[in-house]
Nanobody, 117 residues
Framework: QVQLVESGGGLVQAGGSLRLSCTASRSVFSFYTMGWYRQAPGKQRDVVATMTGGGATNYADSVKGRFTISRDNAKNTVYLQMNSLKPEDTAVYYC???????????WGQGTQVTVSS
């Protein structure tokens, strides 16, 4: 079992920056793909960025060049640095961990990001 706790959401003006954090209850990065997803009101949950155990990253087209996923192994924490934020980035952001061995899937509780125009 893995617990994920997100933090760092909030209200920011368009063009601003936020950094989200997701701390896992135990060391998981070597055997898990970590990801950030978001869900806007009335819409499905979509992937924003992912990072494999080996460190390979992937981004949704809508955030490429603006968002960066990274991790600190010693802190069991994955980050999402969000720059040049747009109103359409407004959503609840969720941290996700998927085991590459068992395919067990874990979600955090979500953190709200609101970008005002």
């Amino acid at each position: 079992q893995v617990q994920l706790v997100e933090s760092g959401g909030g209200l920011v003006q368009a063009g601003g920056s936020l950094r989200l954090s997701c701390t896992a209850s135990r060391s998981v990065f070597s055997f898990y793909t970590m990801g950030w997803y978001r869900q806007a009101p009335g819409k499905q949950r979509d992937v924003v960025a992912t990072m494999t155990g080996g460190g390979a990253t992937n981004y949704a087209d809508s955030v490429k060049g603006r968002f960066t996923i990274s991790r600190d192994n010693a802190k069991n924490t994955v980050y999402l640095q969000m720059n040049s934020l747009k109103p359409e980035d407004t959503a609840v952001y969720y941290c996700n961990a998927v085991s590459t061995i068992s395919r067990d899937n874990y979600w955090g509780q979500g953190t709200q990001v609101t970008v005002s125009s």
